[in-house]
């Protein structure tokens, strides 16, 4: 007995050194490899659905599966370490895809009890204005609807490359996305939209509509709704922004801050120490009277608003919190992976896990008030109610 011992601890101690000689590389660089059991909970947009299916189940498990590798190199700062996640399977982006098409065509189905404004609307019932956020390429049949905050800015320019509509410095079309200066990429005229076709193609416009949304490719990424406002307060209004100042800081000051005569620019305002804070912004939203003037801006309005999904039946729903595999997923599916490189994400992503910091001067019942003026894109686009924020 203790020979037959002494000879599994000999054949276990060679399993270890030839591991290690194995993986000497990864343990060299730093590179572990860690698997990871999420919470076996089921995610509460999948559970509110009442339509949980086998496939549902498999990509539940095999999601609940992560490898997270982080990568340490010697001359890496150890404050600034970045974590990669490794691919998902083929078969569990297809099933991912599956089940965020499946839950937004549920709930636009008129027998769902969910209800919100112009859910049951026909494609033909949206005015031409409200379609300016579709993108066209005919060049390969793509439709893009674009969400501000969203990674917009790397899809617009992606599809300014696609389209070869726009002329580089040296007079050749784009091919790097990476070479198309931001601003140059918001620039409308740059963009064939589906409200620019009234005045191209008059009375035909919404049959050749009808047309592309049937044969192109229709794809818009989305992100959690709260983040995204966060993101979009950050973006403009915590930095000096002269014009959304203009348009919206002013006001917002003068209405819920108590300032009768804010500074005429946002230099001025941030040089006498006047900010906007997050929540006179959230008061601004949460006024009746505030889309009673005019619609909300496109980087607060809801997501739903923006693109439609009851009326057009998207072929890729993308996450920002999924951003890298998504968009690796979509690229092949266009058959471009290798003709696009798409820029990558930025540093300065807002986070989710920033919410309760952000929310904390925030009344409960105004969180509360909020989530129901966004409700329609946390449950159309499967993200969970934030509890946490909405009942203490």
Known sequence: MLKQLQFFLFLGTLFII????????????????????????????????????SEDSFLWKESNLTIITTHIKHDQDPNNLTQTFTQSSPTQLKLRQAH???????????NNSFNFPGKLKTFDQIPSKALDHLIVDDHHGVIYCFVPKVACTNWKRVMIV?????KAPDGAPYLDPLDIPSALSHNAT??????????????????LMHHKLKNYTKFLFVRDPFVRLISAFRNKFALPNEDFYRQFGSVILQRYANISKPPDSAQEAFTAGIRLSFTHFIKYLLNPQTEQKKPFNEHWQQMYRLCHPCQIEYDFVGKLETLEEDTEHLLKILGMENQIRFPPGYRNRTAANWERDWFANVSLADRRKLYNLYEADFRLFGYDKPETLLDE
Do not use: E
Request: aromatic share 16%; charged share 15%.
């Open 18 to 53: 030839f591991f290690i000689i194995a993986h000497w590389d990864d343990v060299r660089d730093g590179t572990f490899y860690l698997h990871v059991a999420s919470s076996s909970a089921l995610p509460t947009s999948m559970m509110s659905s009442g339509h949980w299916t």
């Open 100 to 110: 965020r098409r499946r839950l937004i065509k549920q709930l636009c189905s008129a």
């Open 162 to 166: 696609l389209s070869q509509n726009l």
């Open 190 to 207: 740059v963009h064939l939209t589906f409200n620019k076709f009234w005045k191209l193609f008059g009375r035909f416009s919404r049959p």
